[in-house]
């Protein structure tokens, strides 16, 4: 790090101011809390003991909450996270801290290799990082952080800056990550959604030959409940595909495992609205970004939408169909603001509808389908609700008029964050915490929704900041 990052760095340490200063007992205290418990100094951990290091969408998550505490402090999250992208423009995944033990986080820098295996493809070497990368929401959170204090951002180049790495970060997307042929990124990874364990993957991932289970050590299980975290076939599934990917130096195309996802496409695009409105802010046109934004709408209803279903599905590329299992995922592109009024109408239908119940037998959307023969409503992304996607589901029923489920939306979100000591995620029959608690993304996304100001997504894809 140079030495006016080390300065901003510790300027941003320091950096954090409540407008109104609030009751010391109040939600938004205890949220910041958590993100200042949770802040090392340059970036936030998701949680000190689960996950030690920077992971990418976290981050992403994070930086929209932390702007409003501290814009700055808001700036060097994605800034130190951009910091270990990779010369082929991806951002990976998780970003590791050089002084947490080995044994403390699996897979661990020894396990990815990135500086060695990553060679070819452009990894760093002065960052150990994972090799593969998670869902796009970069651009989305740089321009909501940017609007938060345009006088700031401008003085210090920050969009300026981080304009030509998202640049890339979309063009490895668009151009190497198009398996299908279509125009939309596939994933080669479970934990490239974000959504690891959930059914959606359980068809996809039967082609792959799991790790013995002697091969690795869990270290989430020190930490997590056994009945809450991912199988170990799971886990054997998940190291064999990155094992793979590793030993084939990260070169996409080749692997077993390759689907096309709704929410990563919806954020890709979402983030495409972002990064025009970035160019325009930087003095250049935005026209063609938001013309790639609505093709990429295009091939997402017509390679995912199924009318039957009422929600979009998974797409096994390998396979070259869709996968017939109901997650949230499915509910994400809602947040798209051009999206046909007859498919936004069906899947608020279908999140209302007994699948998702919300509203009804839930107050937060779960991770898969109520009915499905595989919700667990504590296991992982197999029935809980998570608050990242219930953000974007209340961000996405506000873009489209839909405010009175909007409300309780938020309103549920907020009740439960606080009184789960803001959990990674909740029973959605019950509330009860799961996983680990002090969640930093579960806390940024909280002092977003107690934000005064609704942020809509407008006809152009951004959010009004």
Request: contains cysteine; hydrophobic residues 40%.
């Amino acid at each position: 790090m140079d030495r006016t990052a080390q300065l901003t760095a510790r300027r941003a340490d320091r950096d954090i101011a409540y407008d109104p200063p609030p009751d010391a007992g109040s939600p938004h205290v205890r949220a910041a809390r958590v993100l200042e418990a949770n802040w090392t100094g340059t970036s936030t951990v998701p949680s000190r003991g689960l996950y030690p290091h920077q992971w990418s969408w976290d981050s992403a998550f994070i930086a929209i909450g932390l702007r409003h505490l501290s814009p700055l402090r808001a700036q060097t999250e994605l800034e130190t996270l951009l910091d270990a992208q990779w010369g082929d423009g991806r951002i990976p995944h998780i970003v590791f801290n050089p002084s947490v033990p080995l044994d403390a986080y699996f897979p661990s820098p020894d396990f990815w290799r990135s500086s060695t295996a990553g060679r070819a493809a452009g990894a760093p070497r002065t960052v150990q990082t994972s090799g593969i990368v998670q869902p796009p929401v970069h651009a989305l959170a740089a321009w909501l952080v940017h609007r938060a204090d345009p006088g700031l951002s401008r003085a210090r180049g920050f969009l300026s800056r981080v304009y030509p790495r998202l640049a890339a970060w979309h063009r490895y997307l668009l151009h190497r990550r198009d398996l299908g042929g279509a125009g939309l990124a596939s994933v080669v990874h479970p934990w490239e959604q974000g959504m690891d364990n959930s059914p959606c993957w359980d068809e996809p991932l039967r082609r792959v030959t799991p790790a013995p289970t002697r091969s690795f050590r869990r270290a989430d299980l020190d930490h997590g409940a056994a009945q809450d975290r991912p199988t170990d076939l799971d886990y054997g599934r998940y190291v064999r595909l990155a094992t793979d990917y590793r030993d084939g130096e990260y070169a996409d195309g080749a692997g077993d495992f390759a689907v096309e996802d709704p929410a990563f496409n919806a954020l890709l695009i979402a983030s495409e609205h972002a990064l025009a409105r970035i160019a325009t802010e930087l003095g250049a046109p935005g026209t063609a970004r938001h013309a790639r934004a609505e093709r990429l709408t295009t091939a997402l209803i017509d390679r995912m939408w199924d009318p039957a279903e009422e929600m979009f599905l998974c797409r096994d590329v390998r396979a070259g169909e869709l996968v017939p299992e109901r997650g949230v995922t499915g509910l994400i592109p809602l947040l798209l603001p051009t999206l046909p009024r007859d498919i936004t109408t069906a899947l608020v239908r279908t999140a209302q509808g007994p699948h998702f119940g919300l509203g009804d037998s839930t107050r937060l959307a779960p991770s898969y389908d109520l009915l499905g023969e595989a919700f667990d409503p504590h296991r992982y992304w197999r029935g809980p609700a998570w608050f990242n996607t219930n953000w974007l589901l209340e961000r996405g029923l506000r873009t489209h008029g839909e405010h009175k489920p909007a409300d309780a939306l938020r309103e549920a979100a907020l009740e439960l964050a606080v009184a789960s000591d803001f959990a990674e995620y909740v029973d959605p029959y019950t509330g009860e915490a799961c996983g680990a608690t002090r969640f930093s993304w579960t806390a940024a996304l909280t002092l977003d929704l107690l934000h005064d100001l609704k942020e809509p997504m407008d006809s152009k894809g951004g959010i009004r900041g």
